[in-house]
Structures are given as C-alpha cells and as structure tokens.
C-alpha cells in the first residue's frame, strides 16, 4: 500500500546531540533500564522514574507532601528541586533539601539492577517547634487510558483485589489485547511497609488530581494513578523517613534487549514474590544507623535493628543546603501597573490614555518572569529576556509622545525559541546552539518589530520542537500554568504557559501537529494555526517542512487579529508563502461580527469528541457548550469522520526526507550557525525543486478532499476539541493528553483554537474550528460570536498578581542555566555508621 501524507513519519531532529542529553538511565541485567528524573537534562528533578523500558513505570516514584494548614505554594503539589545527582552506578541522591511549610523533604532512589527493583528513601524533617501532622503520596503512573496500556490491579500481599491498610505491597499488570494473564507492558510491584501502619498506608488516593481529598477510580484512565498516602507526626527537630520499594518485570508479550519472552504470568508472580521478600527484609544496604532508625513505615523488627540502639542515636537528618518556593504574597513588583490578563487591546488603550506607559508594562512583565518563571520550583517557560527590554521600552514611549501611532507599540511579545532573533541567542532548546546569535530576525519577528512591538525575550520549548506532549528542552523543562504538577502539552508550551500567566501580552509559536493548539488549549488561550502560507515560516528551525506553522497565541479573537494584521504578510524570500498570496485579508479585524455565527452549519465528525483514554468529564463539558454556538444562532450537525489524506505514491520517500531537507535549507542560509551541514546525521541528496512543489501539491489534494467533504455534508465549519482528558503529570512517560487531531497539520488547512471554560475537574478546556483553505478570517469570526456569548477564558491562580512596592528593586533575571544542578555535590553519610 502506498504510504499516505498523514501515514508517513517525518524523522526526528536529525543533528547529533550532546553525549550529556536525556534522562539518567540505569539498566538491569534482563535487559530493562529504569530512566529516572534527576537533575540532569531536562532537569524535572522529581527523583520519579520516567520510563523503564519494558514501561512497567510511565512517571512512577514521584511525592506529593500535605503539610496540615500550609500555605507553601509547594504545599500538595508533585515536588521537585531537590538536586538529585546521580553517582555513576546506582544511586540517585538529595544535593538540596526541599523545605514545604517546615517540613524539609530529601529523596535517594537506589537502584538494585540484577533483581530490578528500587529503593526510595525518603526523610522529613520538622524544623519549627511544634508538632506537624503531614499526609504523604508516594505513586504516579503506571499506563494510561482504558486499552492494553492501562494498569490493572494485580494482586496485593493480603490475596485480595483491595488494597487496605492490612497490605504490605500491591501489584499491578497492563492485560494484553489477547486476554489472560500475559502482561503487556512490564507488571510492577510497590511495597509500602509493615500492615497496620498509618505511616506505611492509610488511604489509597488518585495521585493525577489530589491523592489527599480523591480516591483512586477503580476504572477509567485515572485508575492509572494509584498514590499511596500515609500520615507522618513529626516531633520538632526530629526526622522521619519512608521506605518504598518498586519491582518491575518485564514484558509478557514482547521481546526486550534480545531476551525471549517470558511466559504469561512469570513476571508477575517474579515482582510479587519479590516485594514479598522485601515486605518482610527490607534491603537496607548503605544506610546509616540513624537513617534506618528513622525510619517508621516498617516495624522495628523488620529494620533488623534494636530499640536501645535507636534510641542512643541522634540523626541530624539535614546535610545539604535547603531551598523553598516563596509564597506569592511575599513576592513584590517594580511597576504600579497590574498586566495580569490584559488583553493588546486594554494595553493600548491605557497606554494611549495616559493610564501606564510602556516602562511600566515592560517592567511588570519582568517582574512576574523574575517571581514565577525562575529557579528549581518555576514554570520554567522563559529561556531568556532581551537584555534591552526596558530600553526597546523607553524608545516606544518616546516615540508615543511623538505621536507615533503604529498598532504594536510597546507591546511586549515572546517568541518561541526555534524563531530568529538579532539580537538574543536562537537555541531550539539545545545546548549545541547555546549562545548563538543569528544575523537577522524572522520575517514575522521583523513585522513585529516595524510595528512597534517590544520582543521581550525567547519561550522554552520542547527541544527542536520534537515533542507535541511535553516542553522539555536541554535548559529545562516547562510546568503547566494552571497546575504545577502537569505538562504544559508540547512543543510550543512555554509560549502558552507564559502567556496564560502574563509574561508578555502575546507570544508566538509553532505548530507541526498539535503544537498551537495542544498547548494553547491547556492554557486557555487563543491561537490560529492558518492554511499553508498564510504565515512565513521563513527563520525559523524546521521540524517538517512544508507542514511546519509559525503562528500566535493570543488572549483574545480580537489580539489575534490585531497580531496577523502586522505579520501575516507575504514574504518575497519564502517560496513557502506563494500560495497564500492573494487570499490574505486586508483587514483581519474585518470579520469580527457578533453575527458571525448566524445561520452556519457546524459539522462534529463522528468520534471527533470521543477520549481515547477513555474520560468522559471534558468531552461531556465540551458538549455542554454546543448550545452557545447555538445561542449564537449556529447549527450543530453529526456527519462522517473526515476521508483519509492522499496516497503518497513515490513520494513517500522524498515526504520522509522532509527532516533533512529542512535542516539543509536551514543551514543554507544561516552559514554562520555552529552546526554545519557536515553535522546531520544522515546522508541525502535533498530535495530537488519539482519535489517540493510536488509535495505541496499533494497537501492542495488533501485540502480540496476536505473541502469536498464539507460541502457534501453541508457544512460551513467543522468543530474539534483541544485537549479531550485531564492534561497529565509533568514526569509521565509520553501521553500526556488524551487528543484526536483534526487535519489542520497534515493538510495545510485552517483551525481556530479557542478556550470553552472548564470541567467538572477544574481542568481548563477548549475547542478548534476547522475550515477550508482561506477560510481563516472567517474562522475569527466564528470564534469572536462565540466570544461574544460566552468568554471562556480562565485565567492559572498560581501566579496571581504581584504587589507594588515602589521602594523594591527590580529583580535580575538570568538565563536559564542547563548546567545549574547537574554538578550538584552528593549527600555525604561518611561519619555515620552503616548497615550492611
């Protein structure tokens, strides 16, 4: 069968990478690894387990610490920062504790690779001078939706399918699609300590949302999450530790590293008897006496220590430098000026009105990057700022008063960091570009500039724009804006979080497949990802050429029509372009109608709305707001799923060679780039310019199809959701969201991305309406009605605005070091005595 456009796979970044990148993987004598978040790149510093190979775990290991009446805004949260270093073998270790309301939390992982499993060692530390009553999850994810993936109950110690209070470990499998006993993925085992103690378990929670307040689900993808809570009383100045141990197996279903495969249900009674073992001999190896005595999830009897002994051992817990995460109200601004939500529009309006200049705008921005984005426990959506921010600032107010009318001016904009800047370092998240300046901006960066615009600084990402789950780049990886434990979707998810928590007033980023509106629809903005050409991508690093969409995120219709008006302009240099030209609207703004929506057919695609996970709470909330497209004078219509793209014939070789070929177009004009064309890893003689016009043409076929089918089915516009479950946890293993993708990416036609408000979980929800070819004005339109109905736009709690402090000084903000924890010190026990 002749691959199609959307079948074919273009190749990932094809540059070499610096031996330094990835996760810190220990692998064990059956051929799995256990791939764990320490400090190293993308530094998520959890002290969780990614991944193993066999993919037992999916973002496993992870804390989450309740500390009874604590305003930390650490307080429940996934907790990270703790500088976890790993040292060279097997064991990962706290170079920073980890303070949350008074309570310091250090981490060690020990990794035993001949009988794979691990040992989390985890202490508590009250440092104030009163009792503290802590609720602890340890858990994250083991599979994900409701197919062979998910995880199912195993077994517990006590021989039932309910774990209680009376089990010392549990254990889980993921049933293969052809029934029985054989495990897909790897089966897992946790121990959790000796039965009957609250300090080794007391409820059973849902580590996703909060454990402490929600019960895990015994079906659905969250039933994937299991957090084992317990409850600690700490005395002050005095340590308490956990002791969890996970088993993983591998596969039942599949071959890994050359071994066969192993019989159905052997690897699942191997990591039960396992965890069986360690339920009733814990491995203590180097521990320290004090370490063991400290520890209170397993009976004194199990630790192989005596009574006397502990008690004539005094343990200092703490031997590292301790940080914390400043509560916001502690956190002040330089700028009288509150930005929190204001639209381009009511930025300009008060600045024309004399209300604010663009100092101070400028000024507010840095400020909340300084006091939200920044070290081991911010977001992490900002690479760097323009170094002349508050200078490019003063010119924009200077050139106000001259009366200068341009419709950008002053108006602070990020830009996605795969997108030229002259004037700040372009990495795409990589360290093989750090520092790396280019010659001249992106077209669109050069529209934005010419109208005034400030470009404040450069947007995290998900290194080269790989990752359309997760912003993980070499400088960091980004959290979501509206939950601190969560992806921010990729790859464009620094623009999105740092917009939805008012870090500039408008950013730009890219989209190769769900990469404006995955990330734009968990954060609860704006976005268009237009037909092909509508925008130049020219300056910018490739992922797929030809598919690849340079576009913006706005936070309202009205900004992003402001914001295309300025750069959605034809390109002379960018043959990309031509087919746009002519069908760009002269007036963006010209669409906006209240009416937008009267009398229009909306078509929903058969399954369009279904969750492959399996959830029901955004689909049915998505559902909900049909009726405001029908207040809006719309009608909904159920028709077909969309046809299939275009067979690819020949050209199927020359589509999977679009990687290359964008790096080498790339790399053409940017002679000065520290990588050179000698660097791509993979020989190839490109494309020849009857190729490429001959892909293009195969994205017109796919375009007219849609088309076609629209209009058979008698619809103006077809409607999509963004994200379709609750975004997942910023350390799981690679599905982050449950989406179905429209065709926007593999066709080249226009979706509008909008917000629709939230589910009954809190969790910020969108929609996306698709067009035809140069339908994009209109599909404004559209969006603005619905606008005009019901505003859907939430704005993240977790970083409200700051307080004026006009005696304050401006805080400095730095670049995001990729290297600042990864020659973090290991903890050093050498004067306590150890258990062998």
């Given at each position: 069968m002749a691959p199609t456009l959307a079948a074919v796979v273009v190749a990932g970044t094809l540059l070499t990478t610096p031996a330094a990148q990835g996760l810190t993987s220990v692998p064990t004598t059956t051929g799995d690894s256990w791939n764990v978040h320490d400090s190293a790149i993308p530094g998520l510093d959890t002290g969780s387990v990614r991944n193993t190979a066999a993919n037992a775990l999916q973002g496993f290991g992870g804390l989450r610490v309740r500390v009874r009446g604590g305003k930390s805004p650490l307080n429940g949260i996934l907790l990270r920062g703790f500088g976890i270093t790993n040292d060279g073998r097997d064991t990962f270790t706290t170079s920073r504790g980890v303070e949350v309301d008074g309570v310091v939390v250090q981490r060690e992982l020990r990794l035993n690779g001949s009988e794979s499993y691990g040992r989390f060692f985890d202490s508590f530390t009250n440092t104030r001078r009163t009792p503290i009553k802590i609720d602890i999850a340890f858990g994250g994810q083991l599979g994900y939706g409701t197919g062979v993936n998910r995880?199912?109950?195993?077994?517990?110690?006590?021989?039932?399918d309910t774990i209680t209070d009376a089990d010392s470990w549990a254990s889980w499998y993921s049933p293969s699609s052809g029934g029985g006993s054989a495990s897909q993925n790897g089966p897992s085992a946790t121990v959790v300590g000796t039965?009957?103690?609250a300090e080794a378990f007391k409820t059973l929670g849902n580590f996703l949302r909060d454990p402490f307040r929600n019960p895990l689900p015994t079906t659905g993808d969250e039933a994937n999450h299991p957090g084992l809570v317990s409850q600690l009383v700490i005395k002050p100045g005095e340590t308490a530790s956990l002791a969890h141990f996970v088993v993983t197996g591998r596969s039942e279903v599949r071959a890994l590293a050359g071994n066969p495969i192993p019989a159905a249900g052997t690897e699942v009674a191997a990591v039960q008897s396992r965890a069986a073992d360690l339920a009733v001999s814990p491995d203590l190896a180097g521990l320290s006496t004090g370490e063991v005595c400290s520890v209170v999830n397993f009976d004194p009897r199990a630790l192989g220590v005596r009574p006397k002994t502990c008690a004539r051992t005094t343990y200092n817990a703490i031997r590292v430098p301790v940080a914390g995460a400043t509560p916001a109200e502690s956190l002040v601004t330089t700028s009288p000026y509150d930005v929190v939500g204001k639209s381009i529009e009511q930025l300009t309006a008060d600045m024309e009105a004399g209300a604010t200049d663009a100092q101070q705008i400028t000024r507010a921005y840095l400020d909340r990057i300084a006091a939200y984005d920044r070290g081991p426990f911010g977001l992490h959506a900002v690479l760097a700022v323009a170094p002349d921010a508050m200078r490019q600032a003063k010119a924009a107010d200077a050139a106000r008063k001259r009366g200068d009318k341009r419709p950008l001016l002053g108006i602070p904009i990020l830009v996605k960091d795969i997108i030229d800047t002259k004037d700040m370092p372009t990495t795409g998240g990589s360290l093989l570009f750090d520092g790396w300046t280019p010659q001249n901006d992106a077209w669109q960066v050069q529209k934005l500039r010419e109208s005034g615009a400030i470009i404040l600084g450069k947007a995290n990402l998900s290194k080269f724009a790989n990752s359309g789950h997760f912003s993980e780049s070499d400088y960091g990886q980004v959290w979501n804006a509206f939950d601190n434990s969560r992806s921010s979707i990729g790859s464009s998810g620094g623009s999105a979080v740092a917009l939805a928590s008012s870090f500039a007033a408008a950013v730009m980023g890219t989209q190769s497949g769900d990469s404006l509106w995955g990330p734009a629809g968990a954060a609860s903005l704006y976005s268009l990802r237009g037909t092909d050409g509508m925008q130049s991508s020219a300056g910018t690093m490739p992922l797929a050429l030809i598919q690849d969409y340079v576009g913006f995120m706005g936070q309202s219709v009205g900004d992003l029509a402001s914001l295309l008006d300025v750069a959605a302009v034809d390109n002379p240099e960018d043959v990309l372009d031509n087919v746009a030209n002519g069908h760009r609207p002269a007036d963006w703004t010209a669409e906006l109608s209240k009416d937008a929506l009267r009398g229009k057919v909306i078509g929903v695609p058969a399954h369009a709305f279904d969750d492959p996970f399996g959830s029901t709470e955004t689909s049915d909330a998505l559902r909900a707001k049909f009726a405001v497209f029908e207040k809006a004078g719309a009608t909904i219509k159920d028709i077909p799923v969309a046809p299939a793209a275009p067979s690819m014939g020949d050209l199927g070789s020359v589509w999977s060679e679009g990687n290359y070929e964008g790096w080498k177009q790339w790399l053409e004009a940017h002679p000065d780039s520290p990588v050179g064309l000698d660097q791509l890893t993979?020989?190839?003689?490109?494309?020849?310019?009857?190729?490429?016009?001959?892909?293009?043409?195969?994205?017109?076929?796919?375009?007219?199809?849609?088309?076609?089918?629209?209009?058979?089915?008698?619809?103006?516009?077809?409607?999509?959701?963004?994200?379709?479950?609750?975004?997942?946890?910023?350390?799981?293993?690679?599905?982050?969201?449950?989406?179905r993708d429209p065709q926007s990416s593999d066709a080249g036609v226009p979706t509008m991305i909008f917000p629709a408000g939230v589910n009954t979980h809190d969790q910020v929800v969108g929609f996306q309406l698709q067009g035809k070819a140069f339908q994009d004005a209109e599909l404004l339109g559209f969006a603005y009605a619905y606008e005009a109905v019901d505003n859907g736009r939430v704005l993240p709690s977790i970083a409200p605005a700051l307080k004026y402090d006009k005696h304050a000084s401006p805080r400095a903000i730095a670049p995001m070091d990729p290297l600042a924890d990864r020659h973090a010190t290991v903890r050093d026990r050498t004067r306590e005595a150890r258990v062998s």
């Open positions: 995880a199912v109950l195993a077994g517990t110690s006590s021989g039932d039965p009957g103690r993979r020989a190839s003689s490109g494309w020849t310019e009857e190729e490429q016009r001959a892909v293009e043409a195969v994205r017109v076929d796919y375009r007219n199809r849609l088309a076609a089918w629209m209009d058979d089915n008698g619809v103006d516009v077809v409607l999509y959701p963004t994200e379709l479950s609750d975004v997942h946890l910023n350390d799981s293993s690679g599905n982050s969201f449950g989406r």
